[in-house]
Nanobody
Framework: QVQLVESGGGLVQAGGSLRLSCAAS????????MGWFRQSPGKEREFVAA????????YYADSVKGRFTISRDNTKNTVYLQMNSLKLEDTAVYYC??????????????????WGQGTQVTVSS
């Protein structure tokens, strides 16, 4: 029912900024939660940030709190991840996900029903 298309990844120096976008198509209800996760080689997919589609409530991993900001534009069906003060350890493939049960834990990747293809973010010194 839902397709997610990501963009905005790339190469950036430490301390720099990037903005990721995730455009959603299909039927999206107000109960949906949109999340950003990231994954490095040999590691599990980890939670970065999430936002409720209906009321814009935001959630962040401790490792990115104060540096990253998640937002949405419901007229464009798009969610954004503004990443500032990037660090080397932020290097990963970033994935956009959507889940349609608000009762399921937002930080668990297994609770999400749809995923984008991922976009590479590389932070260099």
């Amino acid at each position: 029912q839902v397709q997610l298309v990501e963009s905005g990844g790339g190469l950036v120096q430490a301390g720099g900024s990037l903005r990721l976008s995730c455009a959603a198509s299909g039927r999206i209800s107000s109960s949906y939660v949109m999340g950003w996760f990231r994954q490095s080689p040999g590691k599990e997919r980890e939670f970065v940030a999430a936002i409720s589609w209906s009321d814009s409530r935001q959630y962040y991993a401790d490792s990115v709190k104060g540096r990253f900001t998640i937002s949405r534009d419901n007229t464009k069906n798009t969610v954004y991840l503004q990443m500032n003060s990037l660090k080397l350890e932020d290097t990963a493939v970033y994935y956009c996900g959507a889940k349609f049960s608000w009762a399921l834990y937002y930080a668990s990747a297994s609770n999400y029903d749809y995923w984008g293809q991922g976009t590479q973010v590389t932070v260099s010194s």
